[in-house]
C-alpha cells in the first residue's frame, strides 16, 4: 500500500495554513497586552462563527444530520478551537516562543505514534527518517544557525501545555478521517467548518468564563485590536482550519503533520520583515532540510 501522492493543489493546502498561523502567532504577541489569550480565542471564534452562519446555517437546523453524530463533533470543537488554541495562548504565557515553537514541531512525531497506537496505521522508515531531518531544520531556525543554543533552553509549565496542545491536535487531524461526514455536513465548506466552530465555540467560550473567573482581567479596545481580531479570524481561523481538513483529507494526517514544520521557518521570516532584517543563510538551510524531510516522508513504500 502507497502513501497518498503530494500534488502541488495539496502542497497548497497544507502549506497556506503554516503561513497563516506563523502571522497569527506574530499577531498574537503584538496584541498580547490588549486581550487576555483565552479571551483572544473565544473572540476571534465568535467572529468566525458569525462569519460562516450566512454561509453554513443549514446545518445547524433541527433536521440536520449533524446533531445525530453531535459527541463527534462536539468532540473535534474540543481537539481544535478549544483545547489546542487555548493550550497554545496559555503556553506563550510563561514560556519562551522559542521553546513553544520547539515542542510544537514535535507535531509529525505525535501523529505517527498515534496514529499507529489508537488508529492502527503503520509508519515507514521513510517517515521517521522524514521526521528528524525535518526536526533538524526546525532546530536550525530556532538556534539561528548555532546549535548549542540547545543546551541552554529549560522546560516550564507552558512547554507541557504546548505538549497537550500538540496531542489535541494530532487527535483531531486523525479523527478527521476516521468516520465518513454525513451528507448535509460535507455539502460544502462552510457547513463542514460550521459543524466544528459551532461546538469548538461554545467550548472556548466555556475556557474564556473560567479565565475571568479566576482572574482580573481588562480588555483595552482600539483600532489595532480591531483589525487583529479581523486577521484571526479570518485568516488562521477560517481559512486555516478549511485547508488544513482539505489537506488532511488528500494527503492523510501522518504526510500532513510534517507541513507544520514550516511554522518556525515563516515565523522567522515574517519576524525579520517586521525587523527590516534580510533573511540569513541559515534560513534557506533549514527550508531545504524541512522540504527534504516532507518528501522523505511522503515516499512510497513497499507493498510488503
Known amino acids: ?23 497569527n502567532a506574530i499577531v498574537g504577541r503584538i496584541v498580547s497586552d490588549m486581550i487576555p489569550p483565552v479571551t483572544l480565542n473565544f473572540v476571534r471564534w465568535i467572529i468566525a462563527f458569525l462569519i460562516l452562519l450566512p454561509f453554513g446555517y443549514s446545518v445547524l437546523r433541527p433536521s440536520s444530520q449533524l446533531w445525530k453524530e453531535w459527541k463527534r463533533y462536539s468532540i473535534l470543537g474540543l481537539l481544535s478551537i478549544g483545547l489546542y488554541n487555548t493550550l497554545q495562548y496559555m503556553a506563550l504565557q510563561s514560556s519562551t516562543p522559542i521553546n513553544v515553537t520547539l515542542v510544537g514541531a514535535s507535531m509529525p512525531i505525535w501523529m505517527l505514534l498515534i496514529g499507529r497506537v489508537f488508529f492502527g496505521a503503520l509508519m515507514n522508515r521513510w517517515q521517521l527518517i522524514g521526521g528528524v531531518v525535518s ?39 486523525w479523527l478527521l478521517l476516521a468516520k465518513k461526514h454525513p451528507d448535509d455536513v460535507r455539502r460544502n465548506w462552510a457547513t463542514l467548518l460550521m459543524s466544528q466552530v459551532a461546538f469548538g465555540t461554545v467550548w472556548s467560550g466555556f475556557f474564556a468564563w473560567g479565565e475571568w473567573a ?19 479570524a479570518i485568516g488562521p481561523a477560517i481559512v486555516a482550519l478549511y485547508c488544513w481538513g482539505e489537506g488532511v483529507q488528500r494527503a492523510g494526517p501522518a504526510t500532513a503533520g510534517f507541513f507544520t514544520n514550516f511554522i518556525p521557518l515563516f515565523a522567522a521570516l515574517l519576524s525579520t520583515l517586521f525587523l527590516n532584517e534580510m533573511p540569513q543563510t541559515f534560513h534557506a538551510i533549514a527550508f531545504a532540510l524541512i522540504v527534504g524531510g516532507i518528501m522523505l516522508a511522503s515516499r512510497k513504500r513497499n507493498s510488503a
Not at 533538524?136 to 497537550?164: A, H, K
Not at 479566576?214 to 484571526?232: N, Q, S
Open 1 to 23: 500500500m502507497s502513501q497518498p501522492k503530494l500534488t502541488p493543489a495539496t502542497i497548497a493546502f497544507l502549506v497556506l495554513p503554516t503561513m497563516l498561523w506563523a502571522g
Open 135 to 173: 526536526l533538524c531544520g526546525v532546530m536550525i531556525i530556532l538556534t539561528r544557525g548555532d546549535l548549542t543554543q540547545i543546551m541552554s533552553m529549560r522546560l516550564v509549565i507552558g512547554d507541557f501545555y504546548m505538549i497537550l496542545s500538540t496531542i489535541a491536535w494530532a487527535f483531531y487531524s
Open 214 to 232: 479566576a482572574f482580573d482581567l481588562h480588555i483595552r479596545w482600539g483600532t489595532e485590536l480591531y483589525w487583529a481580531m479581523a486577521y484571526v
